[in-house]
């Protein structure tokens, strides 16, 4: 599976931004597509994610901003991230798992200036 991750930007704090992840084949068999991210120094976090019956989680940090969705049609997961913060600035990634592999995106910037 490719992935192309697409939508991030520069934003203020407060801002809004709605990232995508196409994927080059359905979704729909997809044990789980999830949204990481990873800033400077740190380690990949996971952002969110949804698995093949549409159940989605979240992290703590995010819970009440961000919204995952898909639309299986286009074979494309979305995030919506809304109120971003400064600290949220990183390099997003998505990932899908198909019960035997995982497939990572190249990743979309996100920076969010104070």
């Known amino acids: 599976v490719q992935l192309q991750a697409s939508g991030g930007g520069l934003v203020q704090a407060g801002g809004t931004l709605r990232l995508s992840c196409a994927a080059s084949?359905?979704?729909?068999?997809?044990?789980?597509i999830d949204w990481y991210r990873q800033a400077p120094g740190n380690q990949r976090e996971l952002v969110a994610g949804i698995t093949s019956a549409g159940s989605t989680n979240y992290a703590d940090s995010v819970q009440g901003r961000f919204t995952i969705s898909r639309d299986i049609a286009k074979n494309t997961v979305y995030l919506q991230m809304n109120n971003l913060k400064p600290e949220e600035s990183a390099v997003y990634y998505c990932?899908?798992?198909?019960?035997?592999?995982?497939?990572w995106g190249q990743g979309t910037l996100v920076t969010v200036s104070s």
């Open positions: 084949r359905s979704i729909v068999s997809l044990v789980a």
């Open positions: 990932r899908v798992y198909d019960a035997y592999t995982n497939y």
